[in-house]
């Protein structure tokens, strides 16, 4: 059974994005039936050619059929989702998850529009960086970076039908523990 709501998380240059694009296309039928591509990331940042190429890479890929958003707060991404009638394509969570405090109601409104969008079949496939596989960060703001996008990807990982971890261009599919009701906090441990 094909999932409503998926996520594909995985480190930088695993291969996430290509991986989410491919399944995005496959279940939603068609690279050629309408879809919205939201966009989370700043659309230039000044004096960085590895980001513009990276950016570059990303619209080349996209079916000319798609429609592109470009948002900036994870607020914008719950109304996006919540008034969006087609298939969603989210890259990337991290970008704008992990500004957000894990108090914020833009976490609870993400989570409660996937659930909406689960309840109605709409199509939700949603790429985020698993930053906590890495080297532990040296400065309170790494620190507290890594540790919020972990709070938002179990949060949004909670409401999905699908979680794909990609490593190296391969995927895993990931499962729950039988009978687990886990759900991250600040309090969770490492």
């Known amino acids: ?48 050619e590895v980001w513009a190429k990276r950016l ?21 991404l719950a109304r996006q989702l919540d008034i969006a009638d087609a298939p969603v394509l989210v890259d990337s ?22 659930e909406r969008r689960r309840r109605n079949g ?6 985020a960086d698993e930053v906590g596989l890495s080297v532990h960060p040296a400065f309170p703001a790494g620190i507290a970076f890594q540790d919020q996008a972990g709070i938002v990807n179990s949060r949004v990982a909670a409401v999905c039908d699908s979680v794909l971890l990609a490593v190296a261009g391969w995927v895993v599919e990931l499962s729950r ?10 309090g969770s441990p490492q």
């Open 1 to 48: 059974m094909e999932p409503v709501v998926a996520m594909v998380i995985g480190g930088a240059r695993s291969g996430k994005s290509e991986i989410a694009e491919e399944l995005f296309i496959q279940w939603a039928g068609s690279d050629s039936n309408p879809a919205i591509y939201i966009a989370t990331g700043p659309d230039y940042i000044e004096g960085d």
């Open 56 to 76: 570059a890479a990303h619209r080349a890929r996209r079916p000319s059929t798609w429609k592109t958003q470009e948002i900036d707060t994870i607020d914008e």
């Open 93 to 114: 969570l991290t970008l704008i998850g992990a500004s957000v405090d894990s108090c914020d109601n833009g976490l609870d409104s993400l989570v409660q529009a996937l």
């Open 122 to 127: 709409l199509l939700t496939v949603l790429v």
């Open 177 to 186: 523990p039988p009978g687990s009701s886990f759900r991250a906090s600040e």
